[in-house]
């Protein structure tokens, strides 16, 4: 695609917007109010907009490789801490998605550079949870099953944190873990426990 076609579609896009409501920018630019903060990885094939079937306002995005949720990490804890505290999100969504490279790639043993830190938080996961993942048969199965456990532990993550807490008793806000099937477009859900990690992990933890 050249760049000139952005732009072409960008203007079509505006046309389609005012068609609809004559007021939609003005609305737009009055501000936001999202329900979710989405916290999903960066493949090009995978835009939370989409999947999730949501307007410019509904969801508040933040992506990296991996859909990681790293407390020294300064962008995902931003986001956190501004979408928590103080657009009030009701929900966080942590969306994984099968075939994953970068999951891809923290499973293979070799030197990846720059990479190498980001990717170690992978790799923890797969040491938390060896014996399950080393019982498994095939190469692809272990892979798409360690995405799943990497968004179960990035939710962990979450629930860790003061301002995920801190809400979770003043609001009752929810932590949530999803991956996408490329293969169907469908989403999957988890059925992350809140209440029973949070109560587990409250011994340690508890910061609010």
Request: with cysteine; hydrophobic share 40%.
């Amino acid at each position: 695609m050249h760049i000139e076609q952005v732009f072409a579609n960008n203007e079509k896009w505006i046309q389609e917007k005012l068609s609809a409501n004559k007021d939609y920018f003005n609305e737009l630019a009055k501000g936001q109010a999202p329900e979710f903060l989405y916290i999903g990885c960066s493949d090009s094939r995978v835009t939370a907009e989409d999947i999730m079937g949501v307007q410019p306002g509904e969801v508040f995005v933040h992506r990296n490789i991996a859909n990681l949720v790293n407390s020294v990490d300064l962008n995902v804890m931003s986001v956190l801490n501004y979408a928590v505290r103080h657009l009030k999100v009701n929900h966080i969504v942590v969306c994984g998605h099968y075939y994953c490279g970068g999951v891809k790639a923290a499973m293979q043993p070799s030197d990846l550079g720059i990479l190498n830190p980001w990717l170690r938080n992978i790799r923890d996961v797969y040491r938390l949870h060896k014996e399950e993942l080393n019982a498994i048969n095939t190469e692809d199965e272990r892979y798409n099953r360690l995405i799943e456990l990497n968004v179960q532990e990035q939710c962990i993550n979450l629930i860790k944190t003061a301002a995920v807490q801190q809400a979770h008793k003043e609001r009752g806000l929810l932590v949530h873990g999803w991956v996408f099937d490329i293969r169907s477009g469908r989403l999957i859900d988890l059925k992350i426990d809140f209440p029973n990690i949070l109560a587990s992990i409250m011994e340690i933890y508890k910061l609010s």
